[in-house]
């Protein structure tokens, strides 16, 4: 398996509340990646990073912001948490973009 | 209209069935198409890849790229109980900063 981890696995957390989710690799891939799956829509891009300090917005990235201060590390935080950010959160690493591994998960519940 | 379309299913097959999934797409500029597999409280894992037209074999999964008809596919040759998952197509092309552009994924059930 890919070094990849998440943590924490699960959270509760309440209503504007702001949150951090991590994602370490051991791997030195240059592509992090966080998506969030929710039912009917799939996997949707976040935000992603291509480089230390290197990073940019996907599709859904209102609300999130993220950081890379080190290669291994690649931090999402939801500034003031809402109910509709309730999710499945995934990280995932790639070095040449087309293979991506992922993290276990993370279920976010905001309530 | 999203970029890549993907019926999520669900699709139920007896044990020892070929199974046939498929994504179709709008974007021609697509130059790599993945399929992914999903278990049920699990991160994606990544199934096969293709550059560009035509197929891949890896034992008992092929995939094949038809970029006239923008549409990929997977087939899954004597389908066992452990391919029961869902499976997502991926597809990307370069200057896209390495982003994959997913379909919804398609729930596979395989009955013993």
């Known amino acids: 398996d890919a070094g990849i981890t998440q943590s924490p696995r699960h959270k509760v957390t309440e209503t504007g509340t702001p949150v951090t989710l991590r994602c370490h690799q051991t791997?030195?891939?240059?592509?992090m990646y966080w998506y969030r799956q929710d039912p009917g829509h799939g996997l949707r891009l976040i935000h992603y990073?291509?480089?230390?300090?290197?990073?940019d917005k996907g599709e859904v990235s209102d609300g999130y912001s993220v950081s890379r201060s080190k290669t291994e590390d690649f931090l999402l935080t939801l500034e003031s948490a809402t109910s509709s950010q309730t999710s499945v959160y995934f990280c995932?690493?790639?070095?040449?973009?087309?293979?991506?591994?992922f993290g276990q998960g993370t279920r976010l519940t905001v309530v | 209209q999203k970029e890549v379309e993907q019926d999520p299913g669900p699709l139920s097959v007896p044990e020892g069935a070929i199974v046939s999934l498929n994504c179709t797409y709008s974007n021609s500029a697509f130059q790599y198409f993945m399929w992914y597999r999903q278990y049920s409280r699990k991160g994606p894992e990544l199934l096969m890849y293709t550059y560009s037209s035509g197929n891949k074999e890896d034992g008992r999964f092929t995939a094949q790229v038809d970029k006239s008809s923008k549409y990929i596919s997977l087939f899954i040759r004597d389908s066992q109980p452990s391919d029961s998952a869902t499976y997502l197509c991926?597809?990307?092309?370069?200057?896209?900063?390495?982003?994959?552009?997913w379909g919804l994924g398609t729930s596979l059930g395989v009955n013993p």
């Open positions: 995932a690493i790639s070095e040449s973009g087309t293979e991506a591994f």
């Open positions: 990073s291509y480089g230390v300090k290197d990073t």
């Open positions: 791997e030195n891939h240059r592509y």
């Open positions: 991926a597809m990307e092309y370069a200057g896209n900063n390495r982003k994959l552009i």
